[in-house]
């Protein structure tokens, strides 16, 4: 019996399988005590255009993750696991509360008068499911002195049309805080048009996939056309994500593109290099 029972274990027992599990755990355990405290855990910024003008608007915080170890681990690799074990809602609020002390800092360096800098900070699917998320921000404005409006949050369009309903109450609270949303990666998950018009935001991010295609074929452009036709006629800005190249750029901004992110104007920078930016001195030129 023993013996048939062993067997079958082994039947289950997937050396790959355990190896990433033992794996996940591993990068569950490193985040857990990265978030304790230390440097290992940054924020980037990435500059974000206004395609008009070609001046800063604001920025994208984009956390990084320095592993004492391995390097750098992209967010596209520890944010799932972060999502996965609910780690991602402490994450989250350190990124906001990081991105808010950021633009705050910057804004006083501003010269008073000019337009304020946004900042926009990236939510999960499982923050979204947070009771206590509207006090988290509401808690992070108070204390770091940032203008609601100063602040916007990206959301992926899974995330929200995943309950649609219940995420429209709960979009409107945070609205309602006077703060900006904006649905991120538009046009790759599944939105439903009749949730589309109904949802209190302020911005369409088309995404990279789109942006990159653009030069391909007519059809690709038809697409990024479309995607800033309906944004218009719904009310909502447009921000192009992954601009690589002035062709790009000057294809979007023909199409009147409201904002623009991406390689060509600048990568995701530490917060010492962005800083430079917020003084006027800007890596590109104006309307390039
Ligand atoms: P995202 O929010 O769509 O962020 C844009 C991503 O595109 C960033 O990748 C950025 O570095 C990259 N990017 C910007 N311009 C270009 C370009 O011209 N070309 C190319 N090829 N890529 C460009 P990153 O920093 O690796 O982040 C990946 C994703 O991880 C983000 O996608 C976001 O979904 C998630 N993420 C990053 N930081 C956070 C965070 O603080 N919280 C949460 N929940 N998710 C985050
Ligand atoms: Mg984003
Ligand atoms: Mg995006
Ligand atoms: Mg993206």
Known sequence: RAREQGGGRQSWFDPAMHAHVVEQVRMEHDLRGALQGGTDLWVAYQPIVEMVTGG????????RWNHPERGNIPPGVFIPIAES????????TWVLREACKQIAAWQDQREPGSAPLFMSVNLSTRQLSD???????RDVLRETGVE??????????????DKAEQSI????DLRTLGIKLSIDDFGTGYSSLSYLHKLPIDSLKVDRSFVSAMHQSEENRAIVRIIMDLARLLGFDVIAEGIETSADANLLRALACDYGQGYHFARPLAPEAAGKLVGGDLPWRPLD
Request: charged content about 15%.
């Open 131 to 137: 009771p206590n998320l509207v006090d988290v921000v």
């Open 56 to 63: 800063l608007a604001g920025f994208e915080a984009l956390v």
């Open 85 to 92: 074990t609910g780690l991602v809602v402490t994450l989250g």
């Open 148 to 161: 609601p409006s100063w602040l916007k949050l990206e959301l992926t369009e899974s995330a929200v049309m």
């Open 169 to 172: 109450r709960l979009l409107q």
